[in-house]
């Protein structure tokens, strides 16, 4: 009896004893998690590595570390190594939509852009509710010069949410640059509809406006009204000035050229201005009839190309919203995650199907 007693307290003690070491390791896994989630946001990527790491070897399956090794690894710049964590991260969780957002921007920076684009969609597969994962398919194909897509993710974007400025005014842009200005227009619109202070849909109505309708007076009132929102920006003065020596209003030409100088930081773009303002002065008038590629724009045909991909999803980085820290709080039961926010200040201009494929382009 007394054995059998003995038996019984002997494999309590044990049991008691396993509790508190698993609560031990356990602690210690949540110690390491948040040290090594502190060094990632203060920018210590590669000791946030270690960390992460740590947690692995005694934990493989913790998808909230396995994810966090890759973002890790991403920020640093070593997108090798992010690509292959971030494909292990799915391996534990494939339904997370920003795991393929993030795999897709590694991708993207590896140069591998059917890879990113595959991602992509299958983040809007995984979530067909992200905004961001459309928003980031949508800017990919825009890039790559894949309007109709573009237009589509967008379209989709606007059903889902029907106050998202971002959505419009890129929609907008793409159809634009496809060659359906009026419809660009009822989503600029409603651009102003949500945001009246969106100064750049009043620089593509003004667009519209002086390209495609011949109405200089609501283009002239448009880009006026885009330069009072935001007077910093460089491309709303070029198109109005242009239009004013157009109409020869060369004093009031000469007043937007002196004020563009101000906010402008390229030498040969100051060159160009500087003889303007020059023949003006003398009371000559320029030619009129340049327009803003013509007078601003890049000779060589690739690089314009570039540069136009590159203003529609400015960083690939930038345009796109920043890649997240995953941790426990921002997880849900089914493992999906918070959606991101999206900052967009890029631009499609009015003329950016003829610099794609005629090497025409209102500069931005």
Not at 166 to 175: E, F, I, S, Y
Not at 205 to 234: F, H, V
Not at 338 to 346: I, L
Request: aromatic residues 8%; proline residues 2%; charged residues 30%.
């Amino acid at each position: 009896m007394k054995k059998n007693m003995r038996g019984c307290l002997s494999a309590m003690l044990l049991l008691c004893v396993g509790l508190f070491s698993g609560d031990v390791a356990a602690q210690s896994i949540e110690s390491l998690m948040n040290s090594g989630n502190m060094l990632l946001q203060n920018g210590a990527y590669d000791q946030a590595v270690t960390k992460y790491r740590k947690v692995l070897g005694r934990d493989p399956g913790n998808f909230e570390a396995q994810f966090n090794l890759g973002f890790a690894y991403l920020n640093w710049g070593r997108n090798s190594n992010a690509v292959t964590e971030f494909k292990k991260a799915l391996g534990i969780n494939p339904n997370c939509a920003e795991c393929w957002s993030n795999l897709a921007m590694a991708f993207e920076n590896l140069g591998q852009t059917d890879d990113a684009l595959s991602a992509l969609y299958k983040a809007v597969d995984a979530n067909p509710g992200s905004i961001a994962a459309r928003l980031n398919l949508a800017t990919m194909y825009a890039n790559n010069d894949r309007l109709d897509e573009a237009v589509r993710q967008y379209k989709e974007v606007v059903r889902i949410d029907g106050r998202n400025v971002d959505a419009h005014l890129n929609l907008a842009k793409c159809l634009i640059s496809n060659g359906s200005a009026q419809e660009a227009r009822q989503y600029l619109k409603a651009t102003l509809a949500i945001n009246p202070q969106e100064a750049e849909a009043f620089w593509e109505l003004g667009n519209i406006a002086w390209k495609k309708d011949g109405n200089t007076d609501e283009a002239l009132a448009m880009y006026r009204k885009a330069i009072s929102l935001k007077p910093t920006s460089q491309v709303y003065y070029e198109n109005l000035g242009l239009l004013l020596e157009e109409l020869r209003r060369n004093e009031e030409a000469l007043e937007v050229w002196k004020k563009y100088l101000v906010y402008l930081d390229d030498a040969l773009k100051k060159e160009k201005i500087h003889y303007r303002i020059q023949i003006l002065e003398r009371g000559e008038s320029p030619s009129g009839n340049e327009t803003p590629e013509e007078l601003f724009g890049e000779a060589d045909e690739g690089k314009e190309i570039n540069r136009l991909r590159e203003e529609l999803g400015r960083d690939a980085h930038e345009n796109r919203p920043s890649p997240k820290l995953i941790t426990t709080e921002s997880m849900d039961v089914g493992g999906e995650l918070e959606a991101m926010e999206e900052e967009d200040e890029n631009s499609f201009d009015l003329d950016m199907k003829k610099a794609l494929r005629k090497k025409k382009r209102e500069k931005e």
